[in-house]
């Protein structure tokens, strides 16, 4: 199993930024997508961001102010978060989706915590 340890949550000021990343381990597998999600207490998780070969897609409340990255030198991906917002108040996770010849893989971090302040 790929271990995947995120960093750079934190407490910030509305429209303040962070960084957030997520480092993995060696795959054996292709990895397809990279991906971010949040669940905030009492709520579904959702997808934050994700990127592919067909490239990145946001959720609508994020687009214009998150981007997703990947460092494939150093094997971590990242979240960008600018001018951020109260509601985006959750704890964020990294996930990795991939596959081999025999089956489909799909790891996630252990999460980090993002709280926004008015």
């Known amino acids: 199993q790929v271990k995947l340890v995120e960093s750079g949550g934190g407490s910030v000021q509305a429209g303040g930024s962070l960084r957030l990343s997520c480092a993995a381990g060696?795959?054996?597998?292709?990895?397809?997508?990279i991906g971010w999600y949040r669940q905030a207490p009492g709520k579904q998780r959702e997808l934050v961001a994700s990127l592919s070969s067909s490239g990145a897609q946001y959720a609508d409340s994020v687009k214009g102010r998150f981007t997703i990255s990947r460092d494939d030198a150093k094997n971590a991906q990242y979240l960008q978060m600018n001018n951020l917002k109260p509601e985006d108040t959750a704890t964020y996770y990294c996930?990795?989706?991939?596959?081999?010849?025999?089956?489909?893989?799909?790891?996630w971090g252990q999460g980090t915590q993002v709280t926004v302040s008015s």
């Open positions: 060696r795959t054996t597998f292709m990895i397809n997508t």
């Open positions: 996930n990795v989706a991939g596959r081999d010849f025999a089956r489909e893989y799909d790891f």
